[in-house]
């Protein structure tokens, strides 16, 4: 089977791609884990919602468009780290904690990985849908992923700030996870599009070493 790229001509369906049915099965057994152990249903349900809307959209717009292996790839691993977030809520994640506690840090900073992730795992599928769905110019495939990040972060923090205060306005704090910093929404948009030029740039050099190697 051969493991498709942005740059790939060709896509396999999803009855004989393996690595998506894969992918799949893992997300869903990991995902009705986090729901069986969380300590905070109402809170799960705040954290999936965009979660659900994301995997919908994937669904609905699969026969249109399919994303290449590395794609649907990254977006698992971003997926995966986001409901494990869900499952105790961001300020209470137990590898947060961890981390918290080894490296001597004044709090629990599993939201900016994943704020990070969202950026430096997601801009690559923009980068495919746009080469391969609208067949924009190189330069708008490389910079758009970028700015669209930074647009959807700022709009995850409205949308997060009014989902929790118009359906669970008593699981705000904890799913705003916020910690105290009055500052949390701006630094967590900063780190989103940080991550996101970093993709864009090693993604950039990768791409270079290897059609040099191959000249």
């Keep these: 089977m051969t493991y498709t790229t942005t740059s790939s001509q060709t896509r396999i369906a999803y009855e004989q791609n393996r690595l998506l049915q894969f992918f799949s099965i893992v997300f869903i057994c990991c995902w009705a ?3 069986i152990n969380t300590p905070n249903r109402a809170n799960w349900f705040t954290e999936n919602t965009l979660t659900f809307l994301f995997l919908i959209s994937l669904i609905i717009s699969y026969r249109k468009f399919k994303f290449s292996d590395l794609s649907y790839t990254m977006m698992t691993v971003y997926l995966l780290l986001h409901i494990y977030g869900a499952e105790y809520t961001y300020a209470e994640n137990p ?15 599993y939201d900016r990985i994943v704020h990070c992730s969202f950026g430096l795992l ?9 080469k391969n769905h609208f067949d924009w110019p190189n330069w708008v495939c490389w910079t ?31 799913y705003l996870g916020t910690q105290g910093d009055i500052w949390d929404s701006q ?12 993709a864009m740039l090693l993604i ?11 000249k």
């Design 187 to 198: 630094k967590d948009m900063g780190i989103a599009f940080t991550g996101a030029v970093t």
């Design 95 to 109: 590898f947060g904690y961890w981390l918290k506690d080894i490296l001597h840090l004044h709090r629990n900073h």
């Design 204 to 214: 950039s050099i990768i791409r270079k070493i290897y059609y040099h190697s191959r």
């Design 144 to 174: 758009l992923p970028c700015e669209i990040t930074l647009s959807f972060s700022a709009m995850y923090e409205l949308l997060e700030w009014l989902v929790a205060d118009i359906f669970f306005p008593s699981e705000g704090d904890a």
């Design 122 to 130: 997601l801009t690559y599928p923009m980068r495919d849908y746009f």
């Design 33 to 35: 884990v986090t729901f």
